[in-house]
């Protein structure tokens, strides 16, 4: 069974930083794209970053310059690392893995990031 386990949410003050990593279990996902996303109370789950397979990297304009994704495929993982936080940014985030038909079809549980002012 396939699972994708995050971690590295908390609360933290405007300005600062946090790394979430993302650890998959199940098989191997080196050949997935993988995804970050988050979702604020009341609001709709948004993309926030993507990685392919191959390491390419997009960013939703919102975390451009300030969020960088990255992948370890030995440790079958996903990293966020976030800087320059703002309150704005305080939501749950999730990772998720994309089938070869660009569907994101494994997610993890959700972890909270809060970012005080």
């Known amino acids: 069974q396939a699972q994708l386990v995050e971690s590295g949410g908390g609360l933290v003050q405007a300005g600062g930083s946090l790394r979430l990593s993302c650890v998959a279990s199940g098989r191997t996902f080196s050949s997935y794209g993988m995804g970050w996303f988050r979702q604020a109370p009341g609001k709709e789950r948004k993309i926030v970053a993507a990685?392919?397979?191959?390491?390419?990297?997009n960013y939703a304009d919102s975390v451009k310059g300030r969020f960088t994704i990255s992948r370890d495929n030995a440790k079958n993982s996903v990293y966020l690392q976030m800087d320059s936080l703002k309150p704005e940014d305080t939501a749950v985030y999730y990772c998720a893995a994309r089938n070869a038909r660009a569907e994101y079809v494994y997610w993890g549980q959700g972890t909270q990031v809060t970012v005080s002012s």
């Open positions: 990685i392919g397979s191959g390491g390419s990297t």
